[in-house]
């Protein structure tokens, strides 16, 4: 191995140990902020005015697969939704 393998290992070593203490932090951070872009998204049909309905009603069919994680973690066991049914 030479020089440069050594310290292209040290570095990623180096960075690994930065960041292990925050991933958890940071999943959370991706997390919330994929709740709130759901919400959004779905706040039309949950009673919440959306000025850019007409726009996110492209982005249903994406976004289906993730709405039953979405409504568990928001503490509603059944789809709030009537035309929803993934539970």
């Known amino acids: 191995m030479d020089i440069l393998e050594k310290l292209k290992t040290m570095i990623r070593y180096y960075e690994e140990v930065i960041s292990l203490p925050h991933r958890r ?11 709130l872009f759901l919400l959004l998204l779905y706040s039309e049909m949950v009673g919440i005015p959306n000025p850019a309905y007409y726009y996110t009603l492209e ?7 993730k709405f039953h994680d ?18």
């Open 25 to 35: 932090e940071i999943a959370a951070e991706l997390r919330d902020e994929d709740d």
């Open 59 to 65: 982005l249903y069919p994406y976004m289906l697969e």
């Open 70 to 87: 979405w409504h568990l973690r928001m503490g509603m066991e059944k789809s709030p939704l009537a035309g929803f049914r993934c539970c």
